[in-house]
T-cell receptor, first 115, second 113 residues
Framework: AQKVTQAQTEISVVEKEDVTLDCVYETRDTTYYLFWYKQPPSGELVFLIRRNSFDEQNEISGRYSWNFQKSTSSFNFTITASQVVDSAVYFCALSGFQGAQKLVFGQGTRLTINP | EAQVTQNPRYLITVTGKKLTVTCSQNMNHEYMSWYRQDPGLGLRQIYYSMNVEVTDKGDVPEGYKVSRKEKRNFPLILESPSPNQTSLYFC????????????FGSGTQLSVL
């Protein structure tokens, strides 16, 4: 069975601090996809990134970066120089490689950036 | 505008009264799916559909039904709602092979009294 664990339920930091959101996953599949989604206060889910299990390169997109470590089954997300607009619930998710019909989400981490 | 439309946005009902939450997408997507979001549990998949007349169970299908008679619509049916189905529901869709672009609806907050 697949499982995603986001142990941090809530994180609160002051603006401009760096913050890392942890994601640990379990799967028996040898190939799979990992995702991060953002859910701002308005409620809709916004796609942030997808990683393939066979591509362990870290990725940076502006102030966002992702650290994929297959050896520890982790896919952590770091926001550098956080801003108030980053306040949201962030979900890590996992799916199998074939068709990716089933998407398993973590519990979510509520991130609050205080001015 | 490309979008996934869910209705209603909010719904309060009583135990046992059948209800349907509608979901419609205008992007000609093959894949559609329903999720429920509960505090501390994240989003859990209820049902998904790979195309017209092709549906399958997700992780928490009990108490729900779906149908996919047309490509654009994927309604979620609660034949006899119970209080433990009080939740925030999301519909999502994407092209079959476009794994990154999963479009979500705005959500339906359901309360079963």
């Amino acid at each position: 069975a697949q499982k995603v664990t986001q142990a941090q339920t809530e994180i609160s930091v002051v603006e401009k601090e760096d913050v890392t959101l942890d994601c640990v996953y379990e799967t028996r599949d040898t190939t799979y996809y990992l995702f991060w989604y953002k859910q701002p206060p308005s409620g809709e889910l916004v796609f942030l990134i997808r990683r393939n299990s066979f591509d362990e390169q870290n990725e940076i997109s502006g102030r966002y970066s992702w650290n994929f470590q297959k050896s520890t089954s982790s896919f952590n997300f770091t926001i550098t120089a956080s801003q108030v607009v980053d306040s949201a619930v962030y979900f890590c998710a996992l799916s199998g490689f074939q068709g990716a019909q089933k998407l398993v989400f973590g519990q979510g981490t509520r991130l609050t950036i205080n001015p | 505008e490309a979008q996934v439309t869910q209705n209603p946005r909010y719904l309060i009902t009583v135990t046992g009264k059948k209800l349907t939450v509608t979901c419609s997408q205008n992007m000609n997507h093959e894949y559609m799916s329903w999720y429920r979001q509960d505090p501390g549990l994240g989003l859990r998949q209820i049902y998904y559909s790979m195309n017209v007349e092709v549906t399958d169970k997700g992780d928490v299908p009990e108490g729900y039904k779906v149908s996919r008679k047309e490509k654009r619509n994927f309604p979620l049916i609660l034949e006899s709602p119970s209080p433990n189905q009080t939740s925030l529901y999301f519909c999502a869709s994407r092209k079959h092979r476009d794994l990154e672009k999963l479009f979500f609806g705005s959500g339906t907050q359901l309360s079963v009294l």
